[in-house]
Protein backbone atom coordinates (compact mmCIF):
# COMPACT_ATOMS: atom_id res chain seq x y z
CA UNK A 1 0.00 0.00 0.00
CA UNK A 2 1.32 3.64 -0.89
CA UNK A 3 2.00 6.26 1.85
CA UNK A 4 -1.11 8.17 -0.44
CA UNK A 5 -3.35 5.16 0.31
CA UNK A 6 -2.88 5.02 3.95
CA UNK A 7 -3.37 8.82 4.41
CA UNK A 8 -6.66 8.32 2.38
CA UNK A 9 -7.20 5.03 4.27
CA UNK A 10 -6.34 7.21 7.61
CA UNK A 11 -8.19 10.41 6.78
CA UNK A 12 -11.77 7.80 5.86
CA UNK A 13 -11.11 6.59 9.45
CA UNK A 14 -11.14 9.85 11.26
CA UNK A 15 -14.02 11.01 9.43
CA UNK A 16 -16.20 7.72 9.72
CA UNK A 17 -19.81 8.10 10.92
CA UNK A 18 -20.59 5.53 13.49
CA UNK A 19 -24.26 4.19 14.21
CA UNK A 20 -23.90 5.80 17.65
CA UNK A 21 -22.41 9.39 16.25
CA UNK A 22 -25.97 9.53 13.57
CA UNK A 23 -27.68 8.66 16.79
CA UNK A 24 -26.84 11.53 18.90
CA UNK A 25 -26.90 13.86 16.15
CA UNK A 26 -30.71 12.86 15.48
CA UNK A 27 -31.28 13.74 18.89
CA UNK A 28 -29.45 16.81 18.70
CA UNK A 29 -31.13 17.97 15.69
CA UNK A 30 -34.42 17.17 17.34
CA UNK A 31 -32.89 19.30 20.41
CA UNK A 32 -32.26 22.05 17.81
CA UNK A 33 -35.62 21.80 16.27
CA UNK A 34 -37.20 23.04 19.76
CA UNK A 35 -34.77 25.79 20.46
CA UNK A 36 -35.47 27.28 17.15
CA UNK A 37 -38.61 26.14 16.68
CA UNK A 38 -39.29 28.25 20.36
CA UNK A 39 -37.66 31.38 18.94
CA UNK A 40 -39.31 31.54 15.80
CA UNK A 41 -42.86 30.98 17.37
CA UNK A 42 -42.10 34.44 18.80
CA UNK A 43 -39.89 36.40 16.53
CA UNK A 44 -42.86 37.46 14.64
CA UNK A 45 -44.50 38.88 17.42
CA UNK A 46 -40.67 40.85 18.54
CA UNK A 47 -40.31 42.12 14.62
CA UNK A 48 -44.18 43.76 14.82
CA UNK A 49 -43.26 45.51 17.95
CA UNK A 50 -40.39 46.50 16.52
CA UNK A 51 -41.38 48.01 13.46
CA UNK A 52 -45.05 49.57 14.96
CA UNK A 53 -42.71 51.17 17.68
CA UNK A 54 -40.67 53.21 14.86
CA UNK A 55 -38.76 50.74 12.65
CA UNK A 56 -34.88 51.73 12.48
CA UNK A 57 -35.49 54.99 14.25
CA UNK A 58 -35.77 53.23 17.78
CA UNK A 59 -33.74 50.10 16.98
CA UNK A 60 -30.34 51.73 18.31
CA UNK A 61 -32.43 52.24 21.54
CA UNK A 62 -33.84 49.03 21.31
CA UNK A 63 -30.38 46.98 21.16
CA UNK A 64 -28.90 49.07 23.53
CA UNK A 65 -31.41 47.76 25.84
CA UNK A 66 -30.70 44.21 25.14
CA UNK A 67 -26.94 44.88 24.98
CA UNK A 68 -27.31 46.26 28.40
CA UNK A 69 -29.27 42.98 29.67
CA UNK A 70 -26.93 41.19 28.14
CA UNK A 71 -23.83 42.68 30.45
CA UNK A 72 -26.17 41.91 33.24
CA UNK A 73 -26.89 38.50 32.58
CA UNK A 74 -23.51 37.33 31.57
CA UNK A 75 -21.86 37.23 35.18
CA UNK A 76 -25.05 35.31 36.33
CA UNK A 77 -24.54 32.92 33.41
CA UNK A 78 -20.49 32.62 34.16
CA UNK A 79 -20.83 32.12 37.36
CA UNK A 80 -23.52 29.27 37.32
CA UNK A 81 -20.79 27.26 34.61
CA UNK A 82 -18.19 28.10 37.08
CA UNK A 83 -19.92 26.76 39.93
CA UNK A 84 -22.22 23.57 38.26
CA UNK A 85 -21.84 20.85 36.20
CA UNK A 86 -23.78 21.06 32.66
CA UNK A 87 -26.16 18.21 33.79
CA UNK A 88 -27.63 21.22 35.80
CA UNK A 89 -26.55 24.64 34.74
CA UNK A 90 -28.32 24.05 30.89
CA UNK A 91 -31.94 23.06 32.85
CA UNK A 92 -31.77 26.12 34.87
CA UNK A 93 -30.87 27.97 31.91
CA UNK A 94 -33.97 26.71 29.72
CA UNK A 95 -36.44 26.34 32.64
CA UNK A 96 -36.01 30.32 33.33
CA UNK A 97 -36.27 31.32 29.82
CA UNK A 98 -39.40 28.81 29.72
CA UNK A 99 -40.98 30.76 33.05
CA UNK A 100 -40.43 34.29 31.35
CA UNK A 101 -41.85 33.46 28.20
CA UNK A 102 -45.23 32.82 29.84
CA UNK A 103 -44.64 35.67 32.05
CA UNK A 104 -44.86 37.80 29.29
CA UNK A 105 -47.78 36.10 27.44
CA UNK A 106 -50.20 38.53 28.65
CA UNK A 107 -48.11 41.94 28.29
CA UNK A 108 -47.30 40.72 24.32
CA UNK A 109 -50.99 40.05 23.39
CA UNK A 110 -52.30 43.90 23.70
CA UNK A 111 -52.88 44.68 20.51
CA UNK A 112 -51.63 48.28 21.71
CA UNK A 113 -49.04 47.19 24.04
CA UNK A 114 -47.92 50.62 26.53
CA UNK A 115 -44.32 51.74 24.62
CA UNK A 116 -41.96 50.18 28.14
CA UNK A 117 -43.90 46.80 27.56
CA UNK A 118 -43.19 46.44 23.93
CA UNK A 119 -39.38 47.39 25.10
CA UNK A 120 -39.39 44.83 28.02
CA UNK A 121 -40.85 42.15 25.62
CA UNK A 122 -38.45 43.05 22.61
CA UNK A 123 -35.65 43.32 24.45
CA UNK A 124 -36.99 39.57 26.24
CA UNK A 125 -37.20 38.05 23.42
CA UNK A 126 -33.22 39.45 21.80
CA UNK A 127 -31.63 38.12 24.79
CA UNK A 128 -33.89 34.38 25.21
CA UNK A 129 -32.47 33.74 21.79
CA UNK A 130 -28.85 34.48 22.47
CA UNK A 131 -28.36 32.66 25.45
CA UNK A 132 -30.90 29.23 24.44
CA UNK A 133 -28.77 28.79 20.99
CA UNK A 134 -25.51 30.01 22.60
CA UNK A 135 -26.05 26.97 25.30
CA UNK A 136 -26.73 24.68 22.67
CA UNK A 137 -23.74 25.11 20.52
CA UNK A 138 -21.46 25.18 23.67
CA UNK A 139 -22.98 21.59 24.16
CA UNK A 140 -22.64 20.75 20.95
CA UNK A 141 -18.69 21.87 20.84
CA UNK A 142 -18.61 19.90 24.58
CA UNK A 143 -20.39 16.44 22.78
CA UNK A 144 -18.13 16.41 19.70
CA UNK A 145 -14.70 16.22 18.44
CA UNK A 146 -13.68 18.35 15.48
CA UNK A 147 -13.95 15.56 13.14
CA UNK A 148 -17.40 14.40 14.47
CA UNK A 149 -18.54 18.38 13.77
CA UNK A 150 -17.30 18.17 9.78
CA UNK A 151 -19.66 15.50 9.38
CA UNK A 152 -22.52 16.27 12.03
CA UNK A 153 -22.69 19.72 12.47
CA UNK A 154 -24.48 20.80 8.91
CA UNK A 155 -27.41 17.81 9.27
CA UNK A 156 -27.49 18.32 12.95
CA UNK A 157 -28.36 22.67 12.12
CA UNK A 158 -31.23 21.09 9.62
CA UNK A 159 -32.79 20.34 12.68
CA UNK A 160 -32.97 23.73 13.78
CA UNK A 161 -33.77 25.39 10.01
CA UNK A 162 -36.73 23.06 10.28
CA UNK A 163 -37.64 24.75 13.71
CA UNK A 164 -36.99 27.91 12.37
CA UNK A 165 -39.20 26.92 9.68
CA UNK A 166 -42.20 25.11 11.66
CA UNK A 167 -41.98 27.99 14.11
CA UNK A 168 -43.28 30.88 11.52
CA UNK A 169 -45.31 28.45 9.91
CA UNK A 170 -47.25 28.08 13.37
CA UNK A 171 -47.36 31.97 14.33
CA UNK A 172 -48.65 32.57 10.52
CA UNK A 173 -51.30 30.02 10.44
CA UNK A 174 -52.45 30.22 13.98
CA UNK A 175 -51.86 33.76 15.20
CA UNK A 176 -55.70 34.64 14.28
CA UNK A 177 -57.11 31.99 16.33
CA UNK A 178 -54.82 31.58 19.39
CA UNK A 179 -53.66 35.08 19.28
CA UNK A 180 -50.04 36.06 20.54
CA UNK A 181 -50.25 34.93 24.01
CA UNK A 182 -50.63 31.25 22.53
CA UNK A 183 -47.54 31.89 20.55
CA UNK A 184 -45.79 32.31 23.67
CA UNK A 185 -47.02 29.13 25.44
CA UNK A 186 -46.49 26.89 22.72
CA UNK A 187 -42.72 28.57 23.03
CA UNK A 188 -42.42 27.97 26.65
CA UNK A 189 -43.60 24.18 25.85
CA UNK A 190 -40.57 23.77 23.01
CA UNK A 191 -38.52 24.87 25.35
CA UNK A 192 -39.35 22.02 27.80
CA UNK A 193 -39.13 19.71 24.95
CA UNK A 194 -35.53 20.91 23.73
CA UNK A 195 -34.87 20.20 28.34
CA UNK A 196 -35.67 16.64 27.69
CA UNK A 197 -33.11 16.01 24.86
CA UNK A 198 -30.22 17.70 27.11
CA UNK A 199 -30.65 14.46 29.34
CA UNK A 200 -31.01 12.21 26.12
CA UNK A 201 -27.48 13.63 25.04
CA UNK A 202 -26.32 13.67 28.39
CA UNK A 203 -26.64 9.70 28.72
CA UNK A 204 -25.41 9.34 25.66
CA UNK A 205 -22.22 11.03 25.89
CA UNK A 206 -22.00 9.30 29.29
CA UNK A 207 -22.27 6.00 27.88
CA UNK A 208 -20.68 6.59 23.90
CA UNK A 209 -19.61 9.51 23.79
CA UNK A 210 -15.88 10.41 22.57
CA UNK A 211 -14.73 12.93 24.77
CA UNK A 212 -13.89 12.06 28.32
CA UNK A 213 -17.24 11.80 30.30
CA UNK A 214 -16.23 12.38 33.74
CA UNK A 215 -14.55 15.82 32.71
CA UNK A 216 -17.04 17.23 30.59
CA UNK A 217 -19.78 16.25 33.76
CA UNK A 218 -17.34 18.43 36.64
CA UNK A 219 -17.53 22.01 37.14
CA UNK A 220 -15.21 24.04 35.46
CA UNK A 221 -14.13 26.12 38.50
CA UNK A 222 -12.90 30.04 37.34
CA UNK A 223 -14.59 33.06 38.21
CA UNK A 224 -17.68 34.85 35.94
CA UNK A 225 -15.23 37.09 34.64
CA UNK A 226 -12.44 33.98 33.11
CA UNK A 227 -15.00 34.46 29.62
CA UNK A 228 -14.72 37.84 29.33
CA UNK A 229 -10.83 38.47 29.73
CA UNK A 230 -10.47 34.98 27.26
CA UNK A 231 -11.95 36.86 24.30
CA UNK A 232 -9.57 39.61 25.12
CA UNK A 233 -6.46 37.81 25.73
CA UNK A 234 -6.81 34.48 23.22
CA UNK A 235 -6.28 35.17 19.59
CA UNK A 236 -8.58 32.45 18.33
CA UNK A 237 -10.92 34.06 20.84
CA UNK A 238 -10.61 37.48 19.78
CA UNK A 239 -10.64 36.68 15.95
CA UNK A 240 -14.15 35.28 16.56
CA UNK A 241 -15.28 38.19 18.40
CA UNK A 242 -14.03 40.52 15.53
CA UNK A 243 -15.97 37.84 13.03
CA UNK A 244 -18.85 38.27 14.97
CA UNK A 245 -19.22 42.14 14.75
CA UNK A 246 -18.61 42.23 11.40
CA UNK A 247 -21.53 40.02 10.32
CA UNK A 248 -23.62 42.06 12.49
CA UNK A 249 -22.49 45.07 10.66
CA UNK A 250 -24.33 43.21 7.28
CA UNK A 251 -27.37 41.01 9.21
CA UNK A 252 -28.11 44.47 11.32
CA UNK A 253 -27.73 46.85 7.65
CA UNK A 254 -30.36 44.33 6.26
CA UNK A 255 -32.31 44.21 9.18
CA UNK A 256 -33.20 47.63 9.81
CA UNK A 257 -34.00 48.17 6.44
CA UNK A 258 -36.27 45.25 6.29
CA UNK A 259 -38.05 47.07 9.68
CA UNK A 260 -38.58 50.42 7.63
CA UNK A 261 -40.21 48.42 4.59
CA UNK A 262 -41.94 46.47 6.85
CA UNK A 263 -43.28 50.62 8.76
CA UNK A 264 -43.62 51.89 5.86
CA UNK A 265 -45.62 49.86 3.95
CA UNK A 266 -47.85 47.93 6.46
CA UNK A 267 -50.56 49.22 8.65
CA UNK A 268 -51.37 46.06 10.79
CA UNK A 269 -49.67 43.69 13.61
CA UNK A 270 -50.62 40.62 11.96
CA UNK A 271 -49.76 42.11 7.86
CA UNK A 272 -46.27 42.70 9.32
CA UNK A 273 -45.59 39.50 11.54
CA UNK A 274 -46.56 37.80 8.29
CA UNK A 275 -43.68 39.61 6.27
CA UNK A 276 -41.29 38.92 8.78
CA UNK A 277 -42.43 35.12 8.89
CA UNK A 278 -42.32 35.07 5.15
CA UNK A 279 -38.64 36.44 5.00
CA UNK A 280 -37.83 33.85 7.67
CA UNK A 281 -39.48 30.97 6.41
CA UNK A 282 -37.56 31.70 2.57
CA UNK A 283 -34.19 31.78 4.12
CA UNK A 284 -34.54 28.67 5.91
CA UNK A 285 -35.84 26.66 3.22
CA UNK A 286 -32.31 28.10 1.19
CA UNK A 287 -30.41 27.35 4.74
CA UNK A 288 -31.42 23.39 4.27
CA UNK A 289 -29.79 23.57 1.04
CA UNK A 290 -26.33 24.65 2.57
CA UNK A 291 -26.71 22.64 5.82
CA UNK A 292 -27.32 18.99 3.52
CA UNK A 293 -25.32 19.17 0.57
CA UNK A 294 -23.01 22.12 0.97
CA UNK A 295 -21.56 22.95 3.83
CA UNK A 296 -21.01 18.78 4.95
CA UNK A 297 -19.15 18.78 1.51
CA UNK A 298 -17.11 21.47 2.01
CA UNK A 299 -16.48 20.95 5.66
CA UNK A 300 -14.95 17.31 4.96
CA UNK A 301 -13.00 17.88 1.91
CA UNK A 302 -11.78 21.48 2.23
CA UNK A 303 -12.02 22.60 5.88
CA UNK A 304 -14.00 25.39 7.69
CA UNK A 305 -12.26 28.17 5.67
CA UNK A 306 -14.03 27.28 2.61
CA UNK A 307 -17.41 27.38 4.11
CA UNK A 308 -16.33 30.77 5.72
CA UNK A 309 -15.06 32.25 2.39
CA UNK A 310 -18.41 31.10 0.40
CA UNK A 311 -20.52 32.80 2.38
CA UNK A 312 -18.57 36.06 2.07
CA UNK A 313 -18.00 36.02 -1.45
CA UNK A 314 -22.24 35.83 -1.31
CA UNK A 315 -22.79 38.75 0.92
CA UNK A 316 -20.32 40.70 -1.47
CA UNK A 317 -22.41 39.80 -4.22
CA UNK A 318 -26.10 40.44 -3.29
CA UNK A 319 -24.83 43.97 -0.74
CA UNK A 320 -23.13 45.02 -3.97
CA UNK A 321 -27.02 44.57 -5.63
CA UNK A 322 -28.99 46.13 -2.92
CA UNK A 323 -25.84 48.88 -3.06
CA UNK A 324 -26.51 49.71 -7.09
CA UNK A 325 -30.34 49.24 -7.23
CA UNK A 326 -31.90 49.48 -4.16
CA UNK A 327 -35.51 49.07 -3.68
CA UNK A 328 -37.74 46.54 -1.47
CA UNK A 329 -37.57 43.25 -3.26
CA UNK A 330 -33.68 43.11 -3.60
CA UNK A 331 -33.22 44.08 -0.06
CA UNK A 332 -35.61 41.27 1.22
CA UNK A 333 -33.67 39.14 -1.14
CA UNK A 334 -30.31 40.21 0.21
CA UNK A 335 -31.48 39.37 3.70
CA UNK A 336 -32.88 36.36 2.20
CA UNK A 337 -29.61 35.21 0.59
CA UNK A 338 -27.28 36.41 3.90
CA UNK A 339 -29.07 34.87 6.93
CA UNK A 340 -29.49 31.61 4.65
CA UNK A 341 -25.26 32.04 4.45
CA UNK A 342 -24.94 32.78 7.98
CA UNK A 343 -26.65 30.03 9.50
CA UNK A 344 -25.94 27.34 6.52
CA UNK A 345 -22.11 27.62 5.91
CA UNK A 346 -20.65 30.29 8.61
CA UNK A 347 -22.16 28.52 12.08
CA UNK A 348 -21.45 25.17 11.40
CA UNK A 349 -17.87 26.09 10.08
CA UNK A 350 -17.59 28.23 12.90
CA UNK A 351 -19.08 26.30 15.45
CA UNK A 352 -16.69 23.41 14.46
CA UNK A 353 -14.08 25.69 15.56
CA UNK A 354 -14.86 25.29 19.07
CA UNK A 355 -14.36 21.59 18.90
CA UNK A 356 -10.49 22.65 19.17
CA UNK A 357 -10.17 24.99 22.15
CA UNK A 358 -10.39 24.18 26.19
CA UNK A 359 -13.66 23.74 28.17
CA UNK A 360 -13.39 27.35 29.38
CA UNK A 361 -13.14 28.79 26.62
CA UNK A 362 -16.13 26.87 24.96
CA UNK A 363 -19.05 27.85 27.57
CA UNK A 364 -17.66 31.34 29.44
CA UNK A 365 -16.22 33.06 26.16
CA UNK A 366 -17.79 31.69 23.95
CA UNK A 367 -21.06 33.31 25.53
CA UNK A 368 -20.00 36.17 26.07
CA UNK A 369 -18.95 36.84 22.05
CA UNK A 370 -22.76 34.89 21.26
CA UNK A 371 -24.55 37.53 23.55
CA UNK A 372 -23.04 40.85 24.67
CA UNK A 373 -20.40 41.17 21.65
CA UNK A 374 -23.37 39.98 19.04
CA UNK A 375 -25.65 42.75 20.78
CA UNK A 376 -22.76 45.32 21.08
CA UNK A 377 -22.18 45.06 17.24
CA UNK A 378 -26.30 45.60 17.07
CA UNK A 379 -25.97 48.75 18.83
CA UNK A 380 -22.84 50.11 17.08
CA UNK A 381 -24.00 49.42 13.92
CA UNK A 382 -27.56 50.88 13.81
CA UNK A 383 -26.96 54.26 15.46
CA UNK A 384 -23.69 54.39 13.01
CA UNK A 385 -26.78 53.90 10.23
CA UNK A 386 -28.68 56.79 12.18
CA UNK A 387 -25.39 58.98 12.09
CA UNK A 388 -24.95 58.33 8.37
CA UNK A 389 -29.06 59.13 7.35
CA UNK A 390 -28.11 62.32 9.42
CA UNK A 391 -25.35 63.73 7.29
CA UNK A 392 -27.48 62.56 3.88
CA UNK A 393 -26.17 59.04 3.24
CA UNK A 394 -28.68 56.59 2.25
CA UNK A 395 -28.91 52.68 1.37
CA UNK A 396 -26.18 52.66 -1.09
CA UNK A 397 -23.74 54.06 1.69
CA UNK A 398 -24.81 51.47 4.04
CA UNK A 399 -24.47 48.67 1.24
CA UNK A 400 -20.95 50.04 0.53
CA UNK A 401 -20.13 49.55 4.32
CA UNK A 402 -21.46 46.03 4.52
CA UNK A 403 -19.55 44.61 1.53
CA UNK A 404 -16.22 46.34 2.95
CA UNK A 405 -17.60 44.05 6.80
CA UNK A 406 -17.56 41.34 3.85
CA UNK A 407 -14.17 41.15 2.37
CA UNK A 408 -12.84 42.12 6.00
CA UNK A 409 -14.75 38.80 7.16
CA UNK A 410 -12.67 36.63 4.56
CA UNK A 411 -9.43 38.08 6.36
CA UNK A 412 -10.89 37.17 9.74
CA UNK A 413 -12.09 34.13 8.90
CA UNK A 414 -8.45 32.76 7.58
CA UNK A 415 -7.18 34.00 11.55
CA UNK A 416 -9.80 32.26 13.62
CA UNK A 417 -8.71 29.10 11.74
CA UNK A 418 -5.35 29.65 11.97
CA UNK A 419 -5.27 30.07 15.48
CA UNK A 420 -7.88 27.51 16.18
CA UNK A 421 -5.31 25.05 14.75
CA UNK A 422 -2.84 26.09 17.23
CA UNK A 423 -5.25 25.21 19.78
CA UNK A 424 -5.44 21.69 18.62
CA UNK A 425 -1.92 21.35 18.45
CA UNK A 426 -1.40 22.44 21.99
CA UNK A 427 -3.79 19.44 22.76
Same mark, same amino acid.
Given at each position: ??????? /???? =? @????? $????? /? @???????????????????????????????? =?????????????? %??????????????????????????????????????? =??????????????????????????????????????? /????????????????????????? %????????????????????????????????????????????????????????? =???????????????? #?????????????????????? $???? +????????? /?????????????????????? *????????????????????????????????????? @??????????????????????????????????? +?????? $?????? *? #?????? *?????????????????????????? @????????
Amino acid at each position: MTQLQQA /QDSE =S @AIYAV $TARDL /Q @AALIAAVYFFFVLGSYYLVRPVREQLGAAAGG =SDVLPWLWTGTFIA %TLVLTPFYGGIVARYPRRIFMPIAYTFFAMGMIAFSSVA =SSEHPSAWSAIAFYIWVSVFNLFVVAVFWSFMADLFTDA /QARRLFGPIGVGGTLGAIAGPTVAK %TLVADIGISGLLWLSSGALVAALLCVFLLSHWAKHHGRRDANVAEQAMGGGWWAGVK =SVWNDPFMRAMAILML #LADVIGTMLYALNSDIARDTMT $TAIA +RTEYFAGID /QSANLLQIVYQLIVAPLLLVRF *GPLAAMLLHCALNVVVLSMVGFMPGAEITMVAMIVSR @AGAYGLLQPAREGLYTRVPRELRYKAKAFIDTAIW +RAGDVV $TSFGMN *G #LRAIGL *GVPAFAAMAVLASAASALFSWRAVRH @ADAHRSEE
